[in-house]
């Protein structure tokens, strides 16, 4: 098992190039498959995510390739329309398959993704969708066996909850169904309408994206293309947490400044001052930040429940108190316990944490809890005096390319081993 190991209390300063987004490739690489042709995605962030997603087209059939940053998907011979339960609970996203399988075979069978570190992560949304588009599905042992006797039609569906994966599974189903598909309350996030930017450059016919309501009008057949997937927000809201943490300045490149509309106000109340250039993001911080007195995670365009925890951890040493309520998931607080090992004063009350700024954090050996807790605990080592060793670290790959390396390019003292 690998750790990092991070000498902190290094101002952060230079740099760095912003990875594709791990939220958009998921998706739009499950989305190849409803081609049966070939495809090229440019901009690819090597995750083990991502990784875990080529494996799960390959063992379908699909002939794969992976050059840098570029995938190339041919489609055409993929004949298996069940993902093995190893490949299933390797990563709780494979649900993102559901759609294109079922649409490319007629038929899918998976487990139950495994309810993952944010507490239990239901699918009833994605079911009651899919069944409104004509798909039959039971459920026996774990396992999600569907069919669909009389192929795909359109539907109206409306999400009582704007879910992201209930709104890219819908709009994968429903690009080939016969007739149209309407989703009210759909979710609004960027990734959403980089994946159906995708699909209609395959040949779908989807208006609404990063709306709340979502037309798709069922076409015949898609056809592979060229797509290059947009910059990872979360990603880019982490790294400036990382050099906000340390009183740095960092030059952000190949961002898309509007997608960060929620975050960028939140580290200009915490004393950073952000300028943006075209697609590239200045962020200057103060050496010590003001607590932000108030931050409630929403579905987009509201502020993101993955920033939540690197942003948790650099306002753990502002000046004054700040009160975060976590509305998306039911337990993203794990990383608060390892935060207090580090000194931090944080009283969680369900979803309500009120941070306490404190002067200093202390470095200690802390696990990662889950992917974005254990960026957390990235941004805390990198502010605290001495050295703090992180294990977990492959819950930090699933979503951060190199991040050893990005840190390193800032001047943080940090080695992977
Ligand atoms: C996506 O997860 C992202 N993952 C998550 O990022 C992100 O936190 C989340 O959207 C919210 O923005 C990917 O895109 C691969 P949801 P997803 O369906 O689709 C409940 C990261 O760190 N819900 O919008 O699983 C669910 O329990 C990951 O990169 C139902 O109740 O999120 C949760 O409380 C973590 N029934 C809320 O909705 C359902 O059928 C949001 O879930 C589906 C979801």
Redesign the pocket.
Known sequence: MSKLIIEGGKRLCGKIEVQGA??SA??ILAATLLTGDSSVIHNCPNLS?VNITLNILRYMGCEVKKDGATVYVDSKCADKYDIPDELMHAM??S??FLGPMISRFGRARLTFPGG?E???????????ALRLLGVEISEKHGVLECSVPDGLHGAKISLS????????NIILAACMAKGTTIITNA?R?P?IVDLADCLNAFGARITGAGEGVVIIDGVERLSGTMHTIIPDR?AAASYMAAVAATGGRVLLDHVIPSHLGSIIPVFEESGCTVSQRGNAILLDAPTRLHAVSFLRTM??PGF???AQPPIMAMLATARGTGIFVEN???SRYKHVCALERMGAKIHLEGKVAVVEGVPELYAAKVAAP???GGAALVVAGLRASGVTEITGVNFIE??YEDIELVLSELGASIKKI
């Open positions: 791990k939220n998921l998706p995510d709780r996203s649900i993102i993952c944010l507490g239990p992560r239901p699918i009833d949304l994605h079911i009651m909850f704007p879910s992201v994966g209930a709104t890219e979710a996030e990734e979360i579905p987009y993101p429940t993955d998306i998931f039911e889950d992917l974005r699933r979503g």
